[in-house]
């Protein structure tokens, strides 16, 4: 069964502690994404990669920070730079090209304790 | 620059027809797409259509692009409460990065 995996499903970060989101990928697509949702807001883009051992910003970086070491994984840090990280954070996986839809994982809910 | 633009909710009776509207701003040859999103879940492709299109359609669904407004509809006929969902219309720039530009969503609740 090929998609993507994102855990955990619910995570709690305290403050000044970075915490990592797991991304996941068995489709073979070079490209993958992390976005931010945030009620009555749309998708904003974090990061995103377009091959391995490459990533860029998107809109959003700052207080995130991401690795790309393998095709299948994505993996996202939400620094304590990031005061206000709580949010659904949402991993995509693509073929590069304009006609490639996004596949989307189930999502990371996000919460400050 | 790129902007999509959607209302942000949308209330019908079980058995009618859904109509989500959206609008954005790039004049490139783009594609655009429908996502579905449920409570707590990731997005879900529901269709796309290309800019040299006018319309396209899936069984019960339907996509309607006005090029000249640039206006995308996404008509559901004889909607069901398994519809009840958020909407996203997004938009992906010929020559770009190719990226999806989402709009904010729209909150279809179907009721009784």
């Known amino acids: 069964d090929g998609g993507i995996t994102q855990s955990p499903k619910y995570l709690f970060r305290k403050e000044g502690q970075n915490v990592t989101l797991s991304c996941e990928q068995n489709l073979n697509h070079d490209a993958m994404y992390w976005y931010r949702q945030d009620p009555g807001q749309g998708l904003r883009l974090i990061y995103y990669?377009?091959?391995?051992?490459?990533?860029q910003k998107g809109d959003i970086a700052e207080g995130y920070s991401v690795s790309r070491e393998k095709k299948e994984s994505f993996p996202l840090t939400v620094t304590s730079a990031q005061k206000n990280p709580t949010a659904f954070y949402l991993c995509?996986?693509?073929?590069?090209?304009?006609?490639?839809?996004?596949?989307f994982g189930p999502g990371t809910r996000l919460l400050v304790l | 620059g790129e902007d999509v633009e959607q209302s942000l909710f949308l209330s019908v009776r079980e058995g009618d027809s859904s109509v989500i509207n959206c609008t954005y701003t790039?004049?490139?040859?783009?594609?655009l797409y429908w996502y579905k999103q449920e409570p707590g879940a990731g997005l879900q492709l529901l269709t796309y259509?290309?800019?040299?299109?006018d319309m396209k359609q899936d069984q019960r669904l339907t996509v309607l692009l006005n090029k000249k407004d640039k206006h995308l509809s996404l008509r559901i006929a004889d909607t069901q409460t398994g519809d009840s969902a958020i909407y996203f219309c997004a938009e992906s720039i010929e020559g770009g990065s190719y990226i999806p530009t989402f709009g904010r969503g729209t909150s279809l609740i179907v009721h009784p």
């Open positions: 990669s377009q091959i391995v051992n490459d990533f």
């Open positions: 259509i290309f800019s040299n299109m």
């Open positions: 790039d004049s490139s040859s783009t594609y």
């Open positions: 995509a996986s693509s073929l590069p090209g304009r006609k490639e839809t996004q596949y």
